[in-house]
Structure formats: structure tokens, C-alpha cells
């Protein structure tokens, strides 16, 4: 999920800087260190949004720099467990499907896509259902629920999110809705049925 967040950081100005406007350069500054680090706690900073509050200057012995204690707003990405997320499928691979769902990716593993039998079309690169013939593809929007979460500070890039489709309501958006028409048709069957079969006393 995406949170908005106020946190507080010190700030470092070098000495080239200090003429120029102290809240525009603390948010540049700020952006520059923050933007797209991990925090396993916070989650993924995705922007840094507003200046709040900057203390006054401090100057360390034998460094130029002026630093500021920061108070400041910004925006956050946070996955949480059992998240319901949507997203597009960004690459299809022999295991799985990755998932942009924010600032990161998520893997959905081929055994949690559905409950048929899967086939990779390593030529057309799309994941295709034995049974029903449904086709995943890059470019697909799909809905999931996050069931893992690794957040790796030192490398973003190595941070993972496991997806499932394999429940009620998620997966494919075509397939939801191929799925939910299906529902509808079949209690419109019964609610018919019924009404057949049902019939008032005769006096």
C-alpha cells in the first residue's frame, strides 16, 4: 500500500549550496539520499513530498558541510501480507509471471497463477491453462494477494514479493470477469428454475 508518512532526517548542505534557497536544497538533498531506498520497516520511498520543519544549522569540526535536523512528508510504497494488489504482467519466465505492482515486482510462481495444469509457450512467451486454453501474457492486468515479502536494504533490486492468484475473485481481470458473468447466468438458471417450478394455491 501507499502511505504517507513524516519523518526526520539530518540534512547535509555543502558549502557551495549554503547561498542558495535552504528548503529547495534540503528537499533536493533529501530526495537524492532518499528516493527509492528501503527501509524494512517504512517500505520503499517513493517521493519525498513536503518540508515540514528544519532545525537550526549545525557545523561538525573540519567539515565545511552545514547539517539540518529535517522534518519533512513523504510518500511511501509498503507491501503488507495478504494485501489485495492489481498490477501488469511485466515478463512471463518457464516458473511464473513478474508483476509491476508499484516500485517493485512481484512473482507470481506458475503453481499460483491457477488450479489447472500450466503450460510455458516459450516462443510466444505466455503462460497457457491445459484445461480451459486461458492465456497469460505480458501486458495482462491481474489482481493478487501478496503472500511474501523479502525487503533487501543494501539492494532494492534484489527486494522480492510473492503473489498468489489461486483464490476466489483474483487473478486475470478477464478471467474474474469471464468468471463472475458465469456466476450470474447460473443464478439467473436458478432464480428461473424456481419460478417454473413454484406456483401459488389454486381455490
Known sequence: MYLRIRAVDVVRIPPERLADDLEETIKEML???LEGRVDKKIGIFVAILDVIEIGEGRILV?????YYE???DAL???????EIVEGEVVEIVEFGAFVNIGPLDGL???SQITDEYINYDEKNMMLVTKETGRVLREGDKVRARIVAVSLNERNPAESKIGLTMRQPALGKLEWI???REKELKRLAGVVGEEGATGG???R
Open 200 to 202: 401459488g394455491e389454486s
Open 62 to 66: 573540519g567539515d565545511p558541510g552545514v
Open 70 to 72: 529535517t522534518v519533512f
Open 108 to 110: 507470481v510462481h506458475i
Open 76 to 82: 511511501v510504497f509498503r507491501p503488507v501480507l495478504q
Open 31 to 33: 530526495c537524492e539520499k
Open 177 to 179: 470477469e469471464e468468471e
